[in-house]
């Protein structure tokens, strides 16, 4: 069983789609549990992700969470049932097979790790960030990719960091690296560059760059939150 673990916060637009990819690209939707986890949404949100549950025949757990990534996705883990999680943005839609895909990598004994990426966006930065997520870089890793792990991984490291309400993917990302615990699949996950589109592609990726620093230089959660929302959440 594979659990798609899906943090949602005003998701009216993207949900339904993405929901619909997954199941149209799954190889065995029978196989497939979707939890979808809202962090206090207050557009329909919540109405069309009951209603795509009410439409089909794919395992959907629909759960309430106190807002933020990290505590929603821990949240989800906690209610799947499945061998493997998966953690997806609502704005990001894997490859086709892709179930299969991270279950080929499992069975092959790896444990954790996420697709390539590419953005939605054509300009060139853009194209050139996404081409380099193909390889093991730690610098080119982000939540973005999705992230697929072993719930007996997962429960080993403690589930992500709740103390970080932005970075928090690249915290459990720091940790399976620290245990050679990664791969990246070759098949690209297409993401929404809407976070550029809205402020402007260099604006952001200052900003992003920024956070990095600031964290590699050992700045705590609240810095990174509080930089993010006086630099980036407008």
């Keep these: ?53 009410r439409d089909n025949l794919v395992s959907v757990h629909i759960v309430n969470s106190s807002r933020g990534r990290a505590k929603q996705m821990n949240t989800g883990a906690g209610v799947a049932t499945g061998d493997i999680l998966y953690f997806l943005h ?42 380099l997520t193909r390889f093991s870089w730690r610098a080119c890793r982000g939540g973005d990719q999705s992230q697929f792990i072993t719930t007996t991984l997962f429960d080993e490291i403690g589930g992500y960091d709740e103390n970080y309400i932005i970075y928090e993917d690249n915290i459990l990302i720091n940790e399976l690296y620290a245990r050679n615990e990664f791969v990246v699949i070759q098949h690209p996950l297409i993401s929404s560059a809407r976070l550029y589109e809205k402020y402007g592609v260099w604006f952001v990726q200052y900003h992003f760059w920024t956070i990095y620093v600031k964290k590699w230089m050992g700045a705590s959660a609240e810095e990174l939150h509080a930089y993010y929302k006086k630099n980036l959440k407008k």
Excluded at 32 to 37: C, K, N, R, S, Y
Excluded at 106 to 129: I, P, Q, S, T
């Design 90 to 131: 609502a704005d990001s839609f894997p490859p086709a097979n892709y179930d299969m895909l991270i279950q080929d990598e499992v069975l092959k004994g790896n444990l954790a790790g996420c697709f390539r990426m590419k953005f939605d966006n054509e300009h060139w930065w853009l194209r050139l960030a996404s081409y």
């Design 1 to 53: 069983m594979l659990s798609i673990i899906i943090p949602v916060l005003n998701e009216s637009y993207n949900l339904p789609q993405l929901l619909n990819h997954l199941v149209l690209k799954a190889t065995a939707k029978e196989h497939l549990e979707l939890v979808i986890v809202d962090g206090g949404s207050e557009d329909d949100t919540l109405e069309l992700a009951h209603k795509f549950k």
